[in-house]
């Protein structure tokens, strides 16, 4: 077993998290073990976090104490692995869809460190009585504008040094262009509020998607 980035380990050609509620599982993803530890095995077909840590993401800016901003948690399949590696911190899941909350709930009901907040993350004063200043922002929601999206909640909620992870999606954001267009666009936003350290592409695990690191200027 080799250990990846903090908390995120490979085992064989699998990559994994510890456990943080032994003998549960979120997506119905495999539970291992090694050396009396369970883990549970992350699926890059499943996570985008997942597949652009096995294309080759040079850094993940998480660590046992983070505070973590999750912005379009979804049901919480990543959300639940960033709360493995994130144990002694918090994961403030944000999502809108009725749909999917209900089994957010649901996993974060077992997660001490996940707290469930139904809003629109276009609006972050919504939830400004629930979340603390987080270390780290992470973000998939497919919306033409996520960036703006993303940058609204940094000036809000980012510590100094504060890290972002931000999924993009192309043909969220304008079918008619060539993803690698859309893409150049979108980092160069990024580029005015963050410095980017890394852009990863997430096929084939995601068509038309990359996963984007970086810091907040000063």
């Known amino acids: 077993m ?4 903090k908390g995120a380990y490979l085992i064989d050609d699998s990559l994994a998290t510890k456990n943080l509620v032994p003998g549960k599982r979120v997506y119905g993803e495999r539970l291992v073990q090694d050396g009396g530890i369970e883990y549970r095995l992350w699926n890059p077909n499943r996570s985008k976090l997942a597949a652009a840590i096995f294309n080759g993401l040079k850094e993940l800016p ?3 104490s983070s505070k973590v901003l ?12 960033v709360s493995d590696i994130a144990l002694q911190g918090l994961v403030f899941c944000v999502d809108f869809s009725p749909r999917v909350f209900v089994k957010l709930l649901e996993v974060c009901s077992l997660r001490k460190n996940m ?3 139904f809003a629109d993350a276009s609006q972050p004063e919504q939830y400004s009585s629930l979340v603390e200043k987080c270390d780290v922002i992470y973000q ?4 033409p504008n996520q960036v703006e999206i ?14 972002i992870i931000i999924a993009i999606k192309a043909r969220s954001i304008d079918v008619s262009k060539k993803p690698k267009e859309i893409f150049d666009a979108e980092i160069q ?4 509020f963050f410095r980017v350290s890394d852009v990863v592409y997430l096929e084939p695990y995601e068509k038309d998607h990359v ?4 810091e907040i200027l000063e």
Do not use: C, M, W
């Open 140 to 143: 998939d929601i497919a919306q």
């Open 62 to 64: 998480l660590s046992e």
């Open 115 to 117: 707290i469930p907040i």
């Open 189 to 192: 936003k990024l580029k005015k």
């Open 70 to 81: 999750y912005l379009g948690a979804a049901s919480g399949t990543t959300a639940s692995h």
């Open 150 to 163: 993303l940058v609204a909640n940094a000036e809000r909620y980012l510590k100094p040094h504060g890290s």
């Open 211 to 214: 996963l984007v690191v970086g």
């Open 2 to 5: 080799i250990e990846k980035f």
